[in-house]
């Protein structure tokens, strides 16, 4: 079993101690880390007990330990996935060759901006987050969140940790600009768009945990099958953390359908917001802003970029190693989306180039999943409603849909009938006031807000109503 090394300062497996250098960059850098999570990171309870997990190792068995930690003395550390032996390149121009300890010289910068591109998303979504501990509907929820905050944290650490040891002095001036970008700032935003928006409430929160986060796993999975193996041995490790992330996500937008469903068949009637729940109707207008926003992290249909990280072997396909065919790409095409007049169509375009439209489709069908598994929620109340994901060209500010304006139906819409119809497709000011409004703090062990069921289970074989955070 792969031990992680709790009498470093910096716990880790990466053996820290044998390298001094990167050892005092590291160490320079972790109060500028602790300073940010004190002034960006959740506000509030910060000495509250936390019945937290820590990795103790990078196995199966080893990666979660759970206690009762003070966010600030979370063990942050660098993890990475234990070393395959023999591993080799599996895509692209290198297909074969023994993967990257190194970085490649020709491919530094490229190299540097997608790691600098992956880390900035962490910090990013705290500072965003930072504000729900208050309004939380449970002490589960609440525990959930902070877990969350400090995994998404320690995945900040584990690209620090790739600039630092490989990127020497730009690298080390990239992890300084981590910790000084902030999420919506004018001036110095974080670099991708959805990391700009705001979670102003849980509801926004649990919708970005299910979309949001799963761009994560996308990416995360692409990038682990990185030539550069230092990057995917971290990406492979992150993406187990990631697993909860998404499982919050879907459980919990679970159990607002359910609560909705309950609320709906008990008092006989549609109009939910009378018993304090949050209508099917408010939840389709946040999935279609959040899966939207979303769908824009993937880049243009049509990307050079990707086409060269591919070529590179610095970033595969999702499960590219599971895959039967050349894994270079030069002659395939793939099906891309095309605008022709006012109608949204398809065409084959060359597979290498259109790489993040075929990352999209992998999401797509993911997301489809859960959205699945509410409807069977709403299914089983009897209820004839069915909850979708909006045509990917709806409201989307990057690539091809960016310059029009498509309905959730796929519609290619004049200005004047997407203004008219807006109000309908994603969340209004007054829903975002309803949504708001039920932001009630409840804290009481065991107890949840009136618009979200309770967990099938709790965290770890805990009781449902267990002193998640100990609040005294
Ligand atoms: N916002 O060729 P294009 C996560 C830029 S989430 C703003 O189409 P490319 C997490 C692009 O940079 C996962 N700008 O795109 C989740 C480029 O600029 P340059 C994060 C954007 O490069 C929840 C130009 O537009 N990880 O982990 O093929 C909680 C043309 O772009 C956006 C990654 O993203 C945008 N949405 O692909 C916590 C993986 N999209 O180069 C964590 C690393 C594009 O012309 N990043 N642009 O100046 C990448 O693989 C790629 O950078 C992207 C973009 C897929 C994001």
Redesign the pocket.
Known sequence: MAGIDYGERIPNNVSLGDNRRLQRALEEWQPKFLDWWMSMGPTGFQQKDVYLRTAVSVDAQGWAQFDYVRMPEYRWGLFLAEAEAGRTIGFGDHLGAPSWQEVPGEYRGVLR???V??G???P??VEQQRHLGVTCPSLYDLRNLFQ?NVE?GR?LWAMVYLLDAYFGRDGREESEALLQRRSGDRDKPR?????NEKTPDWLSYLM??YF?????????A??AESGFDPLSRTCRFMLTE?AH?LFVGETGIGRVVQRTCELMREGKTDDVRRLGGIDLETLQRYINFHYSVSL???????????AN?YTMGL?GRFEESKKRDDHRLKDATYTVSELTGDRITTREAAALPS??ER?RDDYIADCQRGVDRWNQIIQKHGIGFELRLPNRGFHR???LFAEVKVSPDGLVLSEAAWDSNKHAWLPTESDQAYVESLMQPVTERGRFASWIAPPVRGVNSQPIDFEYVRLT
């Not at 670099?191 to 990391?195: K, Q, R, S, T, Y």
């Not at 949001?212 to 995360?220: H, P």
């Not at 880049?299 to 990707?306: F, K, L």
């Open positions: 901006r997608l790691i591109t992956q900035d998303t962490e990013a979504s969350i998404e995945h670099i991708l768009g959805a990391f970005f945990t949001t986060d799963r761009d994560g796993k996308y990416q995360l692409s990038l990631e992330h824009d992290l993937f880049g243009s249909e049509v990307s050079t970029n990707a990280f970033k790489l993040n990352l500010a990057i690539g």
